[in-house]
């Protein structure tokens, strides 16, 4: 893998001299490497079930997804407690760029 491919569905690049973090399909730049694309993300909400058939429906959890404002690509999703906050799965401290 490529050290410019930050997971299938996103790309490190440079943005003002720092890395950042880009949709691979459209470009858009989410945010700075040291930050969570999550955040950034067009964020859905749905039940467990719309998940597929190993999920059932709860009054606790919900399934999260993370589009591209940009594209709309999905490019990660969560089963999280409603309410709680986005969790940081990949994080990157090192802002600058490697050459
Ligand atoms: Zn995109």
Known sequence: ?????????????????????????????????????????????????SAGGLYYDSDRFLFRQFYCPECGTMFGNDVAEKGSPILWETKIDKLGVEN
Do not use: Q
């Open 1 to 49: 893998m490529s050290k410019e491919v930050f997971s299938e569905y996103l790309k490190f690049v440079e943005k003002h001299g720092v890395r950042a973090i880009a949709c691979r399909k459209c470009d858009h730049i989410f945010c700075y490497s040291n930050e969570d694309p999550k955040e950034f993300a067009r964020v859905k909400e749905v039940s467990l079930s």
